[in-house]
C-alpha cells in the first residue's frame, strides 16, 4: 500500500502562482510514475501533469508552459503558474506503481480575485 498526502491548495489570485506537494509513504519502491490531476464539481477527473521514474514528463496542454512537475518518487511537486480563473477543483496525487493507482484525498484549489 502508498499513502498520499497532499498539501499546498488554497485561494490564488488570476496570474498567481501555487506550489501543491505530495508526500508518498508506505511502500515507495517501485514507484513507476507520479502525478497530479483535477476535478471540478461535476466533472471528470483530468490529468494535469505526469512524471516518470525516468523522468520524462507529461503536462496537459491547457497548462503547458505554465505548470512544472518535479519528483524525487518520494514526493512530488506541482508548481502552478500564470493561473488562470477556473472552477474551484480538486487537485489529486496520483502514484502509479506495479499496474495500481494510488490516491490521495485531494486539495482544493480556487482561482479568484
Known amino acids: 500500500q502508498v499513502q498520499l498526502l497532499e498539501s499546498g491548495g488554497g485561494l490564488v489570485q488570476p496570474g498567481g502562482s501555487l506550489t501543491l506537494s505530495c508526500a508518498a509513504s508506505?511502500?515507495?519502491?517501485?514507484?513507476?510514475?507520479m502525478g497530479w490531476y483535477r476535478q471540478a464539481p461535476g466533472n471528470q477527473r483530468d490529468l494535469v501533469a505526469v512524471i516518470t521514474s525516468g523522468g520524462l514528463t507529461t503536462h496537459a496542454e491547457s497548462v503547458e508552459g505554465r505548470f512544472n512537475i518535479s519528483s524525487d518518487m518520494k514526493t512530488v511537486n506541482l508548481r502552478m503558474n500564470m493561473m488562470k480563473p477556473e472552477k474551484t477543483a480538486d487537485y489529486y496525487c496520483?502514484?502509479?506503481?506495479?499496474?495500481?493507482?494510488?490516491w490521495g484525498r485531494g486539495t482544493q484549489v480556487a482561482v479568484s480575485s
Open positions: 508506505g511502500n515507495i519502491l517501485g514507484i513507476a510514475a
Open positions: 496520483n502514484v502509479h506503481r506495479f499496474g495500481l493507482n494510488y
